[in-house]
């Protein structure tokens, strides 16, 4: 199949983003969606601005849904057949199944022959794969959901990327009901972080966060608890997590906010046995100084995850399909941009106003 996609190519630091058309083949290797919708996640912001780099000239955007173009029958991630037309979103990197990574370590994520979306050169086999265009071309390897009915565009669309990395941090460090949790940053994974806690049993949801508004957000979103360290010391969040506790601290922790001082403030915030993730430091150099003796005398487990495991796409569209009525999840997005707005849209993330700004194409 030939079609005409319009691009958005990053060229790096500082040039403004080109908007321009591009011939594109679809073999039956591929699988031809059209992009209904995608949001700025905050690692599109980090490549944008130098803290992190990327090959050049790129498609960025990796939080994604569309429509199903060609070919016209497919099967799902959970076996179902999906047809021309379906909504679907898909897991943000490919794997094999085969390597080292896949079979033995269950890191589908880190596959060895893996590609992710949004990340890659344009050029070549890695043409057309980022979601600031008309369409995407999904390799083989990739995990493909159908987005059911109930849930709209605006919902499902930071999933395959935030929300997803949520469920499977979570799941791989462990969540017991009836724990106290601490999230510090409350960005969009902040936000998912503590409806996902409640929802799963959760007695205490504590959120830290330097902005007011978000942290208003929080509440709306499952947070029992939240603080200010601009207007509280890190010593006052620890002595009130142990008065909500009982004197001990938080049983698990999740630093989501990509700030250094993330882990070093749990580790202090945290109880015996704790638990922290962390999911923020997706940019190099994220070096941060510890007290060692407080993981070791408090006999804290520290893990760290990056991007996530495919099946967790499947619960986390669950998730969204099973609360939308009681969190509003579509508005977590704010303003949306047409494609050839691109260049205002990242002028409109950079400000941090809104959780997500979402680029829609076909506008």
Same mark, same amino acid.
């Given at each position: 199949?030939?079609?005409? %996609?319009?691009?958005?190519?990053?060229?790096?630091?500082?040039?403004?983003?080109?908007?321009?058309?591009?011939?594109?083949?679809? &073999?039956?290797?591929?699988?031809?969606?059209?992009?209904?919708?995608?949001?700025?996640?905050?690692?599109?912001?980090?490549?944008?601005?130098?803290?992190?780099?990327?090959?050049?000239?790129?498609?960025?955007? *990796?939080?994604?849904?569309?429509?199903?173009? %060609?070919?016209?029958y497919l099967q799902s991630a959970t076996g179902n057949t999906l047809q021309e037309g379906d909504r679907v979103t898909w897991s943000m990197t490919t794997a094999c199944g085969t390597c080292d990574y896949c079979v033995n370590h269950n890191l589908p994520?880190?596959?060895? #022959?893996?590609?992710? !979306?949004?990340?890659?050169?344009?050029?070549?086999?890695?043409?057309?794969? $980022?979601?600031?265009?008309?369409?995407? +071309?999904?390799?083989?390897? &990739?995990?493909? !959901?159908?987005?059911?009915?109930? /849930?709209?565009?605006?919902?499902?669309?930071?999933?395959?990327?935030? =929300?997803?990395?949520?469920?499977? $941090?979570?799941?791989?460090?462990?969540?017991?009901?009836?724990? #106290?949790?601490?999230?510090?940053?409350? @960005?969009?994974?902040?936000? !998912?972080?503590?409806?996902?806690?409640?929802?799963?049993?959760?007695?205490?949801?504590?959120?830290?966060? =330097?902005?007011?508004?978000? +942290?208003?957000?929080?509440?709306?979103?499952? %947070?029992?608890? &939240?603080?200010?360290?601009?207007?509280?010391?890190?010593?006052?969040?620890?002595?009130?997590?142990?008065?909500?506790?009982?004197?001990?601290?938080?049983?698990? @922790? /999740?630093? /989501?906010? $990509?700030?250094?001082?993330?882990?070093?403030?749990?580790? #202090?915030?945290?109880?015996?046995? @704790?638990?922290? =993730?962390? =999911?923020?430091? /997706?940019?190099?150099?994220?070096?941060?100084?510890?007290?060692?003796?407080?993981?070791?005398?408090?006999?804290?487990?520290?893990? $760290?995850? *990056?991007?996530?495991?495919?099946?967790? +796409?499947? &619960?986390?569209?669950?998730?969204?399909?099973?609360?939308? #009525?009681? !969190?509003?999840?579509?508005?977590?997005?704010?303003?949306?941009?047409? +494609?050839?707005?691109?260049?205002?849209?990242?002028?409109?993330?950079?400000?941090?106003?809104?959780?997500?700004?979402a680029i829609a194409p076909s506008l």
């Amino acid at each position: 199949m030939q079609i005409s %996609a319009q691009i958005s190519q990053f060229h790096g630091i500082g040039t403004p983003f080109e908007v321009c058309e591009m011939p594109v083949h679809a &073999t039956s290797d591929d699988v031809l969606v059209a992009v209904s919708l995608s949001t700025i996640c905050g690692s599109d912001l980090h490549t944008v601005s130098g803290r992190r780099g990327a090959e050049t000239p790129c498609i960025l955007g *990796h939080e994604i849904i569309g429509t199903l173009v %060609a070919p016209t029958y497919l099967q799902s991630a959970t076996g179902n057949t999906l047809q021309e037309g379906d909504r679907v979103t898909w897991s943000m990197t490919t794997a094999c199944g085969t390597c080292d990574y896949c079979v033995n370590h269950n890191l589908p994520q880190k596959c060895e #022959t893996m590609f992710k !979306y949004g990340h890659a050169r344009n050029e070549g086999d890695a043409s057309l794969s $980022g979601g600031f265009a008309t369409h995407i +071309l999904l390799r083989p390897g &990739t995990a493909i !959901y159908r987005i059911p009915d109930a /849930v709209t565009d605006s919902e499902a669309v930071p999933i395959n990327c935030a =929300l997803t990395t949520v469920v499977n $941090g979570l799941e791989v460090i462990g969540i017991q009901p009836g724990e #106290t949790a601490v999230i510090h940053g409350a @960005g969009m994974l902040g936000i !998912y972080a503590a409806c996902y806690l409640r929802e799963n049993g959760y007695k205490r949801v504590v959120v830290v966060d =330097l902005n007011e508004e978000r +942290l208003a957000i929080a509440k709306r979103f499952g %947070a029992t608890h &939240t603080f200010n360290p601009d207007k509280i010391s890190v010593s006052e969040i620890d002595e009130a997590l142990k008065g909500l506790t009982d004197g001990r601290g938080a049983d698990l @922790g /999740v630093e /989501v906010s $990509g700030a250094t001082i993330g882990i070093p403030n749990l580790v #202090t915030w945290l109880a015996i046995g @704790g638990r922290c =993730l962390t =999911l923020g430091y /997706v940019y190099p150099d994220a070096h941060i100084s510890v007290d060692a003796h407080q993981l070791v005398t408090k006999c804290i487990t520290l893990r $760290g995850v *990056h991007n996530y495991h495919h099946t967790a +796409l499947g &619960t986390a569209l669950d998730f969204i399909e099973e609360n939308r #009525t009681r !969190y509003r999840f579509g508005d977590l997005i704010g303003k949306t941009y047409p +494609l050839s707005d691109i260049n205002t849209a990242f002028v409109d993330a950079m400000d941090q106003e809104a959780l997500r700004i979402a680029i829609a194409p076909s506008l």
